[in-house]
């Protein structure tokens, strides 16, 4: 089935460490999106990509990179400029058509040790 | 600036009785319109979308929203919940593109 697989489920940094949390699509989406999961806060879109070798910020792109080689690759790593990374990251794909809807992977639960 | 309301936090029902969930937005055009349902540690489901014509959509699960333009409102109802429904619902809007979404309800079901 197709779908999209964030992995892993949990995650832990230590403080000054850089993280890269994967996520891959076998939907031939040609957008692929990141976002931050805090509680109350709802989600807050960090990067995103509407074609191979081309990504934008999102509102809170500050202390995270990203990069697009692959249409159905699009990993995300969080720096150690990233001073508050404790949050549930979710990964995210679409068709590049204005009315199609998002489709989400399972999540990356990220903790600092 | 494109913004995504949902005032009510949390939520009880009783199992059987109705459900309204509601959202507002904040856009100059009618923008996409979209519910997303979460359970705990888990990604978002499309439970139904609007983009154009017939204000009342139906969704899976037994779900339905109604777009209302003069309200800015696009709420979300079930006629008769189950324990099931349980979960975190999330509004979304669609511009260019970028989605923003609402910061959620809760919703709790009792027995």
């Known amino acids: 089935d197709g779908g999209i697989t964030q992995s892993p489920k949990y995650l832990f ?27 109350g806060q ?28 692959k249409k159905e690759s699009f990993p995300l ?3 150690s400029a990233q001073k508050n990374p404790t949050a549930f990251y979710l990964c995210a794909s679409r068709r590049d058509r204005s009315n199609q809807p998002q489709h989400f992977g399972d999540g990356t639960r990220l903790s600092i040790l | 600036a494109q913004s995504v309301t949902q005032p009510d ?4 029902v009783s199992e059987g009785a109705s459900l309204e969930l509601r959202c507002n937005y904040s856009y ?10 979460q359970s705990p540690g888990q990604g978002l489901q499309l439970l ?8 009342l959509v139906q969704g899976i699960k037994g779900f339905e929203a109604e777009f209302k333009r ?10 008769s ?4 429904d349980a979960a975190e619902y999330f509004c979304a809007v669609g511009v260019s593109n970028k989605f923003y979404f609402g910061s959620g309800t809760k919703l709790n079901v009792k027995p």
């Open chain 1, 77 to 79: 790593t969080v720096t």
């Open chain 2, 70 to 79: 003069s309200q800015s409102s696009f709420n979300l109802r079930k006629p």
């Open chain 2, 28 to 37: 100059g055009a009618t923008p996409y319109l979209f519910w997303y349902v």
């Open chain 2, 9 to 12: 936090i949390h939520i009880t």
């Open chain 1, 42 to 69: 709802g989600l807050r879109l960090i990067y995103y990509s509407q074609i191979v070798n081309d990504f934008q910020k999102g509102d809170i792109a500050e202390g995270y990179s990203v990069s697009r080689e």
């Open chain 2, 81 to 84: 919940v189950h324990w099931s």
């Open chain 1, 13 to 39: 940094r230590k403080e000054g460490q850089n993280v890269t949390l994967s996520c891959e699509q076998n939907l031939n989406h040609d957008a692929m999106y990141w976002y931050r999961q805090d509680p």
């Open chain 2, 48 to 55: 139904l979308k609007y983009f154009s014509g017939d204000t």
